[in-house]
């Protein structure tokens, strides 16, 4: 069965890093493009950044480009998402999610076939 492990979330200050990391398993992962995506309570989940099945072409939100880095390691199966010069607007829940479908459909979160649970990540003032 397919799963998909988030890791790495936690408390951080205002200005500092935190480094997210997405096992994956069951899946024949370099065939996937993989996103990650945040959700705060009540609100609905908004994409934030993705990276093709092949590493050749990744995409991010306006509000985290410059900032977050997505990257992934075939060889481990894992997907990334390095976050510097975080903001108390990043406290969220991070989800990573694997998709087949074409790489214009990356930011739209019902075209994911697979989902992790979660990692929150909160960062204070």
């Known amino acids: 069965q397919v799963q998909l492990v988030e890791s790495g979330g936690g408390l951080v200050q205002a200005g500092g890093s935190l480094r997210l990391s997405c096992a994956a398993s069951?899946?024949?992962?370099?065939?996937?493009?993989m996103g990650w995506f945040r959700q705060a309570p009540e609100k609905e989940r908004e994409f934030v950044a993705a990276?093709?099945?092949?590493?050749?072409?990744?995409d991010y939100a306006d509000s985290v480009k410059g900032r977050f880095t997505i990257s992934r390691d075939d060889h481990k199966n894992t997907v990334y998402l390095q976050m510097n010069s975080l903001k108390q607007e990043d406290t969220d829940v991070y989800y990573c999610?694997?998709?087949?479908?074409?790489?214009?459909?990356?930011?739209?979160?019902?075209?994911?076939?697979?989902w992790g649970q979660g990692t929150q990540v909160t960062v204070s003032s």
């Open positions: 069951g899946l024949t992962f370099s065939v996937f493009h």
């Open positions: 990276i093709t099945s092949s590493s050749d072409n990744t």
């Open positions: 999610a694997a998709e087949r479908r074409p790489w214009s459909t990356r930011r739209t979160e019902k075209n994911y076939d697979y």
